[in-house]
C-alpha cells in the first residue's frame, strides 16, 4: 500500500468537492487529516467519519462488512477499514518502545 507520508514530510492537497474546497493532509489512500474536520482526528477521506470510531466499534465484534453496511451513505469500504488497522497497527509500533525486563 502506498502512504503519502512515508516521507515524514505530509503535503497539504487542495480539492474541490460538491463545489467547496477540501483540505486535507493524506495518511493513506482512504485516511487523512483534514484541518476543521473532527478536531484535526483522522478522519475517512470525504467524510466526518472519524478512524478512531470505527476503530473502536472493531474492537466491540462488529465486522467489517457490518460497518460498511452501517455507515453505507458515507461510501466507507472494506480497504478504507483495513489501511485504518494498519496504519494503527504501524502508530503503534512506531510509539512503543520493547518492554527490558529486569532479571
Known amino acids: 500500500m502506498n502512504h503519502p507520508m512515508e516521507s515524514n514530510k505530509p503535503r497539504l492537497v487542495k480539492e474541490v468537492v460538491g ?3 477540501y483540505e486535507y493532509y493524506p495518511l493513506g489512500e482512504y485516511v487523512v487529516v483534514a484541518p476543521g474536520v ?11 467519519l472519524e478512524v478512531s470510531m470505527v476503530l473502536a466499534r472493531l474492537a466491540q465484534g462488529d465486522s467489517p462488512e ?16 483495513a489501511e485504518a488497522i494498519e496504519l494503527a497497527n504501524q502508530a503503534f509500533v512506531e510509539t512503543t518502545r520493547p518492554l527490558s525486563l529486569a532479571a
Do not use: M, W
Not at 473532527?38 to 466526518?48: A, D, I, L, V
Not at 460498511?68 to 478504507?80: G, Q
Open 19 to 21: 463545489g467547496e474546497p
Open 66 to 81: 457490518i460497518l460498511v453496511k452501517n455507515y453505507e451513505s458515507s461510501h466507507l469500504s472494506t480497504d478504507a477499514i
Open 38 to 48: 473532527c478536531g484535526g482526528r483522522p478522519t475517512f477521506k470525504y467524510t466526518r
